[in-house]
Antibody, heavy 121, light 107 residues
Framework: EVQLLESGGGLVQPGGSLRLSCAASGFTFNNYAMTWVRQAPGKGLDWVSSISATGGSTYNADSVKGRFTISRDNSNNSLYLQMNSLRAEDTAVYYC??????????????WGQGTLVTVSS | DIQMTQSPSSLSASVGDRVTITCRASQGISNYLAWYQQKPGKVPKLLIYAASTLQSGVPSRFSGSRSGTDFTLTISSLQPEDVATYYCQKYNSAPFTFGQGTRLEIK
């Protein structure tokens, strides 16, 4: 059974940093691309970042470029999102999602339960 | 960047009705289109990918189609458990934009 467990969310002041983690199990992690998607309270889904299976290719939404960095550790079946220079508009539930293939150009077929990030003073 | 315009933003229909939700891409994306269902308070769930391929375990009353840059999600006979917000997403290339969502309610 595919399981994705996010952690690392919490309350942070504007300008601060957080590192989100996603622990994956139930599939061969290094065969699949991974994605972070966020959802602000009461709003729609917002794609944030994606990384290929090998980690060699990464993509970020314009809204987070230069501030967020996606990475993965295939030896530990883990996905990360380093978030710097956080803003109030980054407040959201952050979901980790597994792609349907090793390429980032794939649907997200499994989603974690999400971790809440709140940026506020 | 390619924009994804989803309509309607909300929809109310009766049990048993045929329901259609549309997503229009501002440029061609081939068949790289997925549909997700998010029930209130729950995690998004993949319904359809490659525009018309039903994800395993999804009821057959859900279907997807494509006509050029217009994509359609159809529920053939609406059930009470289909109350949710539905999103389309392009995944041909980054940015992997979602549509704005369609909130579906039972009349």
């Amino acid at each position: 059974e595919v399981q994705l467990l996010e952690s690392g969310g919490g309350l942070v002041q504007p300008g601060g940093s957080l590192r989100l983690s996603c622990a994956a199990s139930g599939f061969t992690f290094n065969n699949y691309a991974m994605t972070w998607v966020r959802q602000a309270p009461g709003k729609g889904l917002d794609w944030v970042s994606s990384i290929s299976a090998t980690g060699g290719s990464t993509y970020n939404a314009d809204s987070v470029k230069g501030r967020f960095t996606i990475s993965r550790d295939n030896s530990n079946n883990s996905l990360y999102l380093q978030m710097n220079s956080l803003r109030a508009e980054d407040t959201a539930v952050y979901y980790c999602a597994k792609a349907g293939s090793g390429d980032v150009a794939a649907r997200s077929n499994y989603w974690g339960q999400g971790t809440l990030v709140t940026v506020s003073s | 960047d390619i924009q994804m315009t989803q309509s309607p933003s909300s929809l109310s229909a009766s049990v048993g009705d045929r329901v259609t939700i549309t997503c229009r891409a501002s440029q061609g994306i081939s068949n790289y289109l997925a549909w997700y269902q998010q029930k209130p308070g729950k995690v998004p769930k993949l319904l359809i990918y490659a525009a018309s391929t039903l994800q395993s375990g999804v009821p057959s009353r859900f279907s997807g189609s494509r006509s050029g840059t217009d994509f359609t999600l159809t529920i053939s006979s609406l059930q009470p458990e289909d109350v949710a917000t539905y999103y389309c997403q392009k995944y041909n290339s980054a940015p992997f934009t979602f549509g704005q969502g369609t909130r579906l309610e039972i009349k």
